[in-house]
């Protein structure tokens, strides 16, 4: 049947303009930071309860390992001889081994905490 | 042995200004002068802080007090590294983010308050001397050391390098210096320690009995002290008015906190060293010089266990790398006292005199001769303390004042303008009666010495009491844009309008 010959219709198809309809991508949210919206303030109180829970147990870990020492030293009088190789144990622990501990923990700080925004803008993004 | 350590100085100081001067035909707005156009990668920006950090305290002076104090010296340099691990974990991706350039500029933004803008530069103006004056004594010790010439002399040198270096090119210029002034001091501890340790071991026969010295402290006293310094070591840190200035550098939040990463790195590197002196000192160094002080023990230390050109050598680089650190961190807090001066003091001034018409440029370089001359003339009119004892009191009184406001500030919604002055207040007062002590040589024996000499135990958990305290009392007072200033400095720039 060629299209000539096909029969006035009175249906009209209905479609929704691509162009006007609302988008569901980032702006939707991120409209809601910028606009001071509660909802906005809700995600970033999100946010920052992740980043500030990350940043305690990191700071508590470090104060275990690293604040543990002197009372370590207090209370276990081996600890103070002690040796290890030709070097005392409280001279390599104090003077070398707790740098690359403190390097080794804020790499990991970081990628956590990289993690976590990344988490976040991937959340905006699909809302 | 003058002639060599003479010229090592001058290599430095002349180093430092042609780079400085460099810079200036780079720098042509003032944001350039501030900070750089904000276009400083994380490497570089990384190698700038540790140089303008790593200052005749962590140079000299940890060396001199290892030598003399023992082993629980070794929780100064740990502190002033650690200090930028709580830095990065509590606030450098929202201190960034704040877009804050001072301290004053965050209690302004965060707490809606003009007085405590006020207040807040007060205290930075206060922190900076405090720490320049060991820069500036440092340098004439280590010049009399090297060459026999009076005090002033050093410190005067300083003072003139670091104007024209600072004034010349602003904070672009700095930056390069700074970057470049970290890889001097590495190499200048590095292979004097190499090479020492070299002939130690050569000549070394047998095991050493250091007695008590090496052996940590555990009396309750000492404990005390251990804990107090590094508290007031690691939360002072984010306090200290150069070191918040270099963040605003980073392009970034995201960039400001792997900057920091790369800070604590070559830290770490750095700090493997002094101890190397105070223990070589120990074994070869009995006594020091008559007349000479602590601060200088690393400069003497070539000379006492090797002779002729190796030692004028090897003291030669010591003392170009000691120069370099009283250079380095010299410069950083003069550009951020003269920020404060310009800003809040002359700036001010100058729109009143000639309508709003005046040059950026030309009060920022009348605040930079402030910022060092005054200094200056305090350094020359009070009694030398130790540099590392100096120094570790200006992280005490950042520990105690603006460490609260910018943990609270980051992170708790509820700090009110009233809490946060209150704060600042208590702990300010606490610093007064510690540095006061300090200065005026009243220093108790026992327990009453330890808790005042070393306030930060219970001067920063007292302020940040009083922040939280008055700040419950007074919900009212609330900066009535905090949510959106959190919001500011806690959402990842990716998701911001540009």
Same mark, same amino acid.
């Given at each position: ?127 | ?153 050093? /410190? ?17 210029? #700095? ?39 090496? #052996? ?27 070191? &918040? ?61 090797? =002779?002729? &050109? ?6 030669? #680089? ?6 370099? /650190? ?15 001066? =310009? ?12 309508? =709003? =018409? ?10 930079? /001769? ?11 009119? &009070? ?79 007292? /302020? ?35």
């Amino acid at each position: 049947m060629s299209p000539a010959a096909r029969p006035p219709s009175d249906r009209v198809r209905v479609t929704a303009s691509r162009g006007r309809a609302p988008r569901h991508t980032m702006r939707a949210v991120a409209d809601e930071l910028s606009d001071q919206t509660a909802l906005g303030d809700l995600y970033v109180r999100g946010l920052m309860r992740a980043q500030l829970r990350l940043a305690a147990s990191l700071l508590l870990l470090t104060v275990l390992l690293l604040g543990s020492l002197p009372i370590i030293f207090a209370i276990v009088p081996q600890t103070r001889e002690a040796r290890l190789g030709p070097l005392p144990l409280p001279w390599v622990a104090l003077g070398v081994l707790v740098y690359p501990a403190t390097v080794l923990l804020a790499r990991y700080y970081v990628r956590a905490s990289e993690r976590l925004e990344a988490a976040f803008v991937d959340v905006i993004g699909r809302g | 042995m003058q002639l060599a350590s003479v010229f090592a100085i001058a290599a430095v100081a002349l180093a430092t200004v042609s780079v400085g001067t460099l810079g200036l035909r780079m720098s042509r707005a003032t944001s350039d002068f501030y900070v750089a156009g904000r276009a400083i990668t994380p490497r570089r920006n990384a190698s700038a802080i540790a140089g303008e950090y790593l200052s005749a305290a962590s140079f000299l002076g940890v060396a001199g007090l290892v030598w003399q104090r023992g082993i629980d010296i070794l929780w100064f340099p740990i502190g002033y590294t650690v200090g930028y691990l709580v830095l990065l974990v509590l606030i450098a991706a929202p201190l960034r983010r704040s877009g804050a350039y001072t301290l004053s500029d965050f209690a302004e933004l965060r707490m809606e308050s003009r007085p405590l803008r006020t207040f807040a530069s007060v205290l930075t103006l206060g922190i900076a001397i405090l720490y320049l004056l060991p820069q500036l004594q440092g340098a004439g010790l280590a010049l009399r050391q090297a060459t026999g010439w009076p005090t002033w002399v050093g /410190a005067a040198v300083v003072v003139v390098v670091v104007f024209i270096a600072v004034a010349a090119g602003g904070m672009r210029s #700095i930056t390069l210096v700074q970057a470049m002034q970290y890889w001097i001091k590495l190499t200048a501890i590095a292979i004097p320690a190499f090479v020492l340790l070299a002939i130690w071991a050569r000549g070394h026969t047998g095991e050493v009995d250091f007695g008590d010295w090496a #052996i940590p402290r555990t009396d309750p006293i000492g404990l005390y002290t251990t804990y107090s310094t590094m508290l007031a070591l690691c939360l002072g840190t984010m306090g200290l008015p150069h070191v &918040l200035v270099r963040f605003y550098t980073n392009p970034d939040g995201r960039d400001a906190r792997r900057t920091t990463v790369g800070v604590i790195g070559l830290l770490a590197v750095f700090y493997l060293f002094p101890p190397v002196y105070g223990v070589l000192g120990r074994l070869h160094l009995p006594q020091l010089a008559p007349g000479t002080r602590l601060d200088t023990m690393a400069l003497q230390l070539p000379a006492a266990m090797t =002779d002729g &050109l190796l030692a004028t050598v090897l003291t030669a #680089i010591l003392a170009g790398g000691a120069f370099a /650190a009283f250079l380095s961190t010299t410069s950083g807090l003069a550009v951020s006292v003269a920020g404060v001066i =310009d800003q809040d003091v002359l700036r001010p001034l100058l729109a009143r005199r000639t309508g =709003d =018409d005046a040059r950026g440029a030309t009060s920022y370089r009348w605040a930079s /001769a402030l910022a060092v001359v005054i200094p200056f003339v305090l350094s020359r009119v &009070l009694e030398p303390l130790g540099l590392a004892t100096t120094v570790t009191l200006a992280f005490a009184v950042a520990a105690s004042t603006f460490a609260p406001l910018l943990v609270l500030g980051v992170w708790w919604p509820r700090l009110s303008t009233t809490g946060a002055a209150a704060g600042l207040a208590v702990g300010t007062a606490c610093a007064l009666v510690s540095l006061g002590s300090a200065f005026l040589r009243w220093t108790p024996e026992g327990w009453a010495g330890a808790v005042i000499g070393q306030p930060a135990a219970w001067s920063a958990p007292l /302020a940040f009491t009083t922040m939280v305290v008055v700040s419950r009392l007074t919900p009212h007072r609330r900066p009535p844009h905090t949510n959106r200033t959190l919001n500011r400095l806690h959402t990842p720039e990716s998701l911001l309008p540009p």
